[in-house]
């Protein structure tokens, strides 16, 4: 279990703070989702839809980046 969750509406990192997900956040899922990318980005995917349900204001290139550009 992480503490670098998402705070919602605002989709920040309850551990640090930082806009989810967090570098930390980050390492984490790389290392659950080790040698499975495409699951990995289907996860991702889904967090950016819902993401975008509440942040409507950010520009849609920056929330795919955001949720999908670090996704490999």
Do not use: K, N, Q
């Amino acid at each position: 279990m992480t503490r670098h969750g998402p705070v919602l509406p605002g989709w920040t990192c309850g551990g640090c703070d930082a806009p989810w997900p967090c570098r930390t956040r980050r390492i984490e899922l790389r290392a659950e989702f080790h040698g499975a990318p495409v699951t990995s980005a289907l996860y991702m995917g889904s967090y950016l839809v819902w993401a975008a349900e509440d942040l409507t204001w950010v520009p849609a290139g920056l929330l795919h980046r955001r949720f999908l550009g670090w996704v490999r």
